[in-house]
């Protein structure tokens, strides 16, 4: 379906035509909708399905007939990080291009006259602002904000702000908006907390599910199955042999990271890493130098995961299988962006085996092992239910597990003991 077929204003259409839209993708033309009628959605769609226009240009649309002749706060956007309240405000600058409608970016992390612009945009009463919740509660407590005219709130990212512990942030701010309001949600996942804040929060809402269940088919997939000590060689061994295309390397642990990077930089690579113990304005620089080439390889913890908009990375590599496989499908969806080809490669040692066993059966697909370098030496066998009982008992020992299962875990604790 085209946006020209749409009921949205003229002036969105002509910024739409400007900026070469026209088709819509499967979410905005589920959505715009439900929005346009005024009901309340939960909608589950991944980064990269077009989302953000599909919440975006009916919001617009709304804003634009009502009009805000007293200059009051019409619509708050709740998301997770920085980076994420940037990009969604250079989109409203492209959609509203044609528009008379203002936004103000809410966010930690910068200097103190950051602090004093969002405060002006704030008391001057922007259409749209667009917020991190712990910022947006600090300028509630400090610069006498008024929410009371709110007539939309959109979350993005949901599922993430709560992983990031913005449960009770979100709730405080619920309770300042007024009960008569459309509120819209988008999540990646619909685990039990989302649907237990979107009980709460939501009225009788629509929902629609765009989630990607499988990864790009454009994404070649592959694995190591190898000890965890073999994973460092073969970092070493795929970056002295290949020509290093844009990379990013994910891994669970800050530490890793910090090692990874070190390791790959004694090489001579053009590498920067990425985690939590950076500042800001830290996080903001090394993104710009990968994205515009300054920096070839990225090490990262899982806080670039989603919402990275870099079209050229040409090469994903898993250090440790994620947690969940929808992680997975948000990791190596970061390669083949764009109609662009893209690898994935994951290492996966004993311990991780049962993990990847799983993604295997949610992406309904075996993924190619690569042998291992023969200079390396031999790796684990891929078993993954010899492995499948020793980690879960580790990690989900609150669980009810039963006497039974928990035999089976004791008897196979030589098997599973770390190398």
């Given at each position: 379906?085209?946006?020209?077929?749409?009921?949205?204003n003229?002036?969105i259409?002509?910024?739409?035509?400007?900026?070469?839209?026209?088709?819509?993708?499967?979410?905005?033309?589920?959505?715009?909708?439900?929005?346009?009628?005024?009901?309340?959605?939960?909608g589950?769609?991944?980064?990269?399905?077009?989302?953000?226009?599909?919440?975006?240009?009916?919001?617009?649309?709304?804003?634009?007939?009502?009009?805000?002749?007293?200059?009051?706060?019409?619509?708050?956007?709740?998301?997770?990080?920085?980076?994420?309240?940037?990009?969604?405000?250079?989109?409203?600058?492209?959609?509203?291009?044609?528009?008379?409608?203002?936004?103000?970016?809410?966010?930690?992390?910068?200097?103190?006259?950051?602090?004093?612009?969002?405060?002006?945009?704030?008391l001057?009463?922007?259409?749209?602002?667009?917020?991190?919740?712990?910022?947006?509660?600090?300028?509630?407590?400090?610069?006498?904000?008024?929410?009371?005219?709110?007539?939309?709130?959109?979350l993005?990212?949901?599922?993430r702000?709560?992983?990031?512990?913005?449960?009770?942030?979100?709730?405080?701010?619920?309770?300042?908006?007024?009960?008569?309001?459309?509120?819209?949600?988008?999540?990646?996942?619909?685990?039990?907390?989302?649907?237990?804040?979107?009980?709460?929060?939501?009225n009788?809402?629509?929902?629609?599910?765009i989630?990607?269940?499988?990864?790009n088919?454009?994404?070649?997939?592959?694995?190591?199955?190898?000890?965890?000590?073999?994973?460092?060689?073969?970092?070493?061994?795929?970056?002295?042999?290949?020509?290093?295309?844009?990379?990013?390397?994910?891994?669970?642990?800050?530490?890793?990271?910090?090692?990874?990077?070190?390791?790959?930089?004694?090489?001579?690579?053009?590498?920067?890493?990425?985690?939590?113990?950076?500042?800001?304005?830290?996080?903001?620089?090394?993104?710009?130098?990968?994205?515009?080439?300054?920096?070839?390889?990225?090490?990262?913890?899982?806080?670039?995961?989603?919402?990275?908009?870099?079209?050229?990375?040409?090469?994903?590599?898993?250090?440790?299988?994620?947690?969940d496989?929808?992680?997975?499908?948000?990791?190596?969806?970061?390669?083949?962006?764009?109609?662009?080809?893209?690898v994935?490669?994951?290492?996966?040692?004993?311990?991780?085996?049962?993990?990847?066993?799983?993604?295997?059966?949610?992406?309904?697909?075996?993924?190619?092992?690569?042998?291992?370098?023969?200079?390396?030496?031999?790796?684990?066998?891929?078993?993954?239910?010899?492995?499948?009982?020793?980690?879960?008992?580790?990690?989900?020992?609150?669980?009810?597990?039963?006497?039974?299962?928990?035999?089976?875990?004791?008897?196979?604790?030589?098997?599973?003991?770390?190398?």
């Open positions: 379906m085209r946006f020209d077929e749409t009921n949205l003229e002036e259409l002509d910024g739409l035509a400007a900026m070469n839209f026209e088709e819509m993708t499967p979410v905005q033309e589920q959505t715009i909708p439900i929005i346009l009628e005024g009901k309340d959605m939960i589950c769609a991944q980064t990269g399905t077009g989302k953000t226009a599909a919440y975006t240009l009916p919001l617009l649309h709304r804003l634009v007939d009502e009009g805000n002749p007293d200059n009051t706060i019409r619509a708050v956007i709740m998301v997770p990080t920085r980076e994420l309240a940037q990009q969604i405000d250079m989109q409203f600058e492209g959609f509203a291009y044609f528009l008379p409608i203002s936004t103000t970016v809410v966010y930690g992390g910068g200097a103190g006259s950051d602090w004093d612009q969002q405060k002006k945009g704030l001057m009463g922007a259409d749209v602002v667009i917020a991190t919740p712990g910022r947006l509660l600090s300028h509630i407590a400090n610069s006498g904000i008024d929410l009371s005219h709110v007539g939309y709130f959109i993005d990212e949901a599922d702000m709560l992983d990031m512990g913005f449960f009770d942030d979100i709730m405080q701010i619920v309770k300042l908006l007024p009960k008569e309001r459309q509120t819209i949600l988008f999540s990646a996942t619909l685990p039990p907390k989302i649907r237990q804040l979107s009980k709460q929060i939501l009788d809402p629509a929902e629609i599910n989630a990607i269940s499988k990864p088919e454009a994404i070649v997939q592959s694995a190591y199955i190898c000890y965890e000590t073999q994973k460092m060689p073969i970092i070493q061994e795929l970056f002295n042999k290949r020509h290093v295309t844009k990379t990013i390397i994910f891994s669970s642990s800050k530490q890793k990271v910090k090692d990874l990077a070190y390791t790959l930089k004694r090489m001579k690579l053009n590498v920067a890493a990425m985690h939590s113990d950076l500042e800001q304005e830290q996080r903001e620089a090394v993104m710009l130098d990968f994205k515009n080439g300054k920096i070839d390889i990225l090490v990262a913890t899982d806080i670039v995961a989603r919402g990275i908009d870099i079209d050229d990375i040409g090469l994903v590599i898993n250090y440790d299988v994620p947690h496989p929808e992680d997975y499908i948000h990791r190596i969806g970061r390669t083949a962006r764009a109609n662009a080809d893209g994935a490669i994951t290492f996966v040692c004993e311990a991780e085996q049962s993990k990847f066993h799983r993604i295997e059966e949610f992406i309904d697909k075996d993924i190619y092992k690569i042998p291992l370098p023969l200079q390396l030496g031999a790796g684990p066998e891929y078993n993954p239910k010899a492995f499948s009982r020793g980690p879960r008992k580790k990690f989900n020992n609150n669980r009810k597990t039963g006497k039974r299962s928990f035999n089976r875990n004791k008897n196979n604790k030589q098997q599973n003991s770390p190398k």
